[in-house]
């Protein structure tokens, strides 16, 4: 099946800096991105939609200037906490579709976990 | 209202019973339907598309109602293996795919 990787599996950092993590489609070419948060004991929550090529779409309360996206290639994607605080600590998991018209399938990344002190 | 609610559980059944667990949604518009697994601290994992028609994978029966927005998942036999948490996930379709996903029902198999 599809694969999609995330870079790193775990951050733990002061808070104040700014955290990037990576989402790759591993052996597919993925046109839409996904990035989800999960608080402990909750539901994922879609933060925003990124298309290849294009600005994301960002759900609503999800902040952009703070949670910046970047969708430069089919393979990849970056999600940029920007000056973290204790209340970004959360369970962030990306997911790649295959291809424009390419099915419902979603493929999820394993998941990054960021802990802000 | 949540636009997809579940029993957040959690079920704890002896191996070898019969669970079953159910969800409602809120959006009649929603497209497609799914059952995800999550285990402990890792990302959800596809685990059965749901069907008007109802469809069935191995010990797993899914079910769907879309009168009543009602969706069912029951897994017979269970396994050790299948203690973990069953997030009931609904496609809005709004334009492209949003999956909303539920706050998920844990599920503890015990010997």
């Known amino acids: 099946g599809a694969v999609v990787s995330q870079h790193p599996s775990r951050v733990i950092c002061k808070s104040g800096t700014s955290v990037k993590i990576e989402c790759r489609s591993l052996?597919?070419?993925?046109?839409?991105m996904f990035w989800y948060r999960q608080f402990p004991k909750q539901s994922l929550m879609l933060m925003a939609t990124?298309?290849?090529?294009?600005?994301?779409?960002?759900e609503q309360g999800v902040e952009k200037d703070k949670f910046l996206i970047n969708h430069a290639s089919l393979t990849l994607s970056t999600l940029t906490v920007t000056s973290a605080h204790p209340e970004d600590s959360s369970f962030y998991i990306c997911?790649?579709?295959?291809?424009?018209?390419?099915?419902?399938?979603?493929?999820f990344g394993p998941g990054t976990r960021l802990l802000v002190l | 209202r949540k636009e997809v609610e579940q029993d957040p559980g959690p079920f704890n059944v002896p191996e070898g019973a019969t669970v079953a667990f159910n969800c409602t949604y809120s959006?009649?518009?929603?497209?497609?339907f799914f059952w995800y697994r999550q285990d402990c601290r890792k990302e959800p994992k596809l685990l059965m598309s749901?069907?008007?028609s109802g469809n069935e994978d191995g010990r797993f029966t899914a079910q769907l109602n879309r009168a009543s927005q009602y969706i069912s998942l029951l897994i017979r036999d269970s396994k050790l293996s299948d203690s973990a948490t069953y997030l009931c996930?609904?496609?809005?379709?709004?334009?492209?795919?949003?999956?909303?996903f539920g706050t998920g029902t844990r599920l503890l198999v015990s010997p």
């Open positions: 052996d597919f070419q993925a046109t839409t």
């Open positions: 990124s298309n290849e090529g294009s600005k994301a779409t960002y």
């Open positions: 959006n009649s518009a929603s497209q497609s």
């Open positions: 749901v069907y008007s």
């Open positions: 997911s790649a579709r295959e291809g424009s018209g390419g099915g419902e399938t979603q493929y």
């Open positions: 996930v609904v496609n809005l379709n709004t334009g492209f795919q949003k999956l909303v």
